[in-house]
């Protein structure tokens, strides 16, 4: 079975540079498949913020793809976030999962979460 | 931007009862790129039902989805303890969108 785990600090400064890393396991990265980025604030639903191929090919929210990058390193099995100038509406858990682009879209394995706050 | 509405915000059930949850379109989903996913909190969202009315791997028959242009429904046939937490629907058109959730809560 796929797994995902999500890691990086739990804390940034507001305007730094917000880092995390996905590691895939059960499932090779180079095999297909997208590999997306999903973020929950706190009492707020969910927001895609984008997603990669193995490739490099990548797909970002309208309305973050000026401050988001996102990254793949096939030969470690893993994806990475960055957010550029985060504020405290950055704020949120951030989840990693296996995007079907070019199927139905939809995410069908997810990490559990890791909860980023954005605070001096 | 597709902008999904989904009703009600809560709902407020017993084990046992059938739920109908919605998810409207503000836009027609011409291919039927809607997905509905469980989330308990705490724990990764967990995806039940793709392409509107395809069964992900290993969920129960209970969850069913239907629906197409602008209006689609997840229903739980008999709720059971664990199915009580937040459900989301997910479209992909021009751009991927989540909807604000519909809670189901124990009455």
């Known amino acids: 079975q796929v797994q995902l785990q999500e890691s990086g600090p739990g804390l940034v400064t507001p305007s730094e540079t917000l880092s995390l890393t996905c590691t895939v396991s059960?499932?090779?990265?180079?095999?297909?498949?997208?590999w997306g980025w999903i973020r929950q604030p706190p009492g707020k639903g969910l927001e895609w913020i984008g997603g990669i191929y193995h490739s490099g090919n990548t797909y970002y929210n309208p309305s973050l793809r000026s401050r988001v990058t996102i990254s793949v390193d096939t030969s470690k099995n893993q994806f990475s976030l960055k957010v550029s100038s985060v504020t405290a509406a950055d704020t949120a858990v951030y989840y990693c999962?296996?995007?079907?682009?070019?199927?139905?879209?939809?995410?069908?394995?997810w990490g559990q979460g890791a909860l980023v706050t954005v605070s001096s | 931007e597709i902008v999904l509405t989904q009703s009600p915000g809560t709902l407020s059930l017993s084990p046992g009862e059938r739920a109908t949850l919605s998810c409207r379109a503000s836009?027609?989903?011409?291919?039927?790129?809607l997905a509905w996913y469980q989330h308990r909190p705490g724990q990764a969202p967990r995806l039940l039902i793709y392409g509107a009315s395809t069964r992900a791997i290993g969920i129960s028959d209970r969850f069913s989805g239907s629906g197409s242009g602008t209006d689609f429904t997840l229903t739980i046939s008999r709720l059971e303890p664990e199915d009580f937490a937040v459900y989301y629907c997910?479209?992909?058109?021009?751009?991927?969108?989540f909807g604000p959730g519909t809670k189901v809560d124990i009455k």
């Open positions: 997910q479209q992909y058109g021009s751009s991927l969108t």
């Open positions: 836009q027609s989903l011409s291919n039927t790129y």
């Open positions: 999962a296996r995007w079907s682009y070019g199927g139905f879209y939809d995410f069908d394995w």
């Open positions: 059960g499932y090779s990265i180079s095999t297909g498949y997208y």
